[in-house]
């Protein structure tokens, strides 16, 4: 059954450094997210994409954050100056024909920030 | 009063029981539901997906909605041990300003023991 992947699996970042996280969706999805979940917290959504544009999101998506979708199979979030508060795991997911459809999640990004 | 709300329990049951999986929710536009399960250090995994008032069943599971009184339900009949995960409820508005966000519950804790 076709998956979400996401890569790496765990990433420790001294604090100010970027990081970029990497996911690849599901082939024919067209829709994509990302959400974050601090440790003991609720998913939290982050933003969604479509068309090579954000379509939504949320007050977390600061200035710091931009996502990008660099080639027709990867999708990407990248925190460009990190900070402790953004430890948390960081989860892919795409949905195939509309925002209505069921989102399939990846297995996360646990992100370690020191 | 939160979005959506779930108790985060923990529940535990013997093997072979029925359990009960509620969220309530404030949001009256919400118009899909989802319920994810989750194991540890796993991305949620869809379950169940239904947008209508109303029952839907898929094996063991019965996803049930209920928009006049803003609850939903995810009944697990002849529970396993291999049951045992986080369960998330998960609900997205449609139209206006929203494209398929995500708003997620808590989580519960299910142990099934043998």
């Known amino acids: 059954e076709p998956e979400v992947t996401q890569t790496p699996s765990h990433q420790v970042t001294q604090m100010g450094q970027e990081v970029i996280l990497r996911c690849v969706p599901i082939s024919n999805h067209l829709y994509f997210y990302w959400y974050r979940q601090i440790l003991g917290q609720k998913v939290e959504f982050l933003v969604s994409?479509?068309?090579?544009?954000?379509?939504?999101k949320s007050e977390i998506f600061d200035d710091q954050f931009s996502v990008e979708r660099p080639d027709g199979s990867n999708f990407t979030l990248k925190i460009r100056s990190t900070k402790l508060e953004d430890s948390a795991m960081y989860f892919c997911?795409?949905?195939?024909?509309?925002?209505?459809?069921?989102?399939?999640f990846g297995d996360g990004t646990r992100l370690s920030i020191l | 009063q939160k979005e959506v709300e779930q108790d985060p329990g923990p529940l535990s049951v013997p093997e072979g029981a029925i359990v009960s999986l509620n969220c309530t929710y404030s949001?009256?536009?919400?118009?899909?539901f989802m319920w994810y399960r989750q194991y540890s250090r796993k991305g949620p995994e869809l379950l169940m997906y239904?947008?209508?008032?109303g029952n839907k069943e898929d094996g063991r599971f019965t996803a049930q909605v209920d928009k006049s009184s803003k609850y939903i339900s995810l009944f697990i009949r002849d529970s396993q041990p291999s049951d045992s995960a986080t369960y998330l409820c998960?609900?997205?508005?449609?139209?206006?300003?929203?494209?398929?966000?995500?708003?997620f519950g808590q989580g519960t804790i299910l142990t099934v023991h043998p």
């Open positions: 239904t947008y209508s008032s």
């Open positions: 997911a795409s949905s195939e024909r509309g925002a209505n459809q069921p989102q399939h």
């Open positions: 998960a609900m997205s508005a449609y139209g206006g300003t929203s494209y398929g966000k995500l708003t």
């Open positions: 949001n009256s536009a919400f118009q899909y």
């Open positions: 994409f479509y068309n090579n544009e954000i379509s939504e």
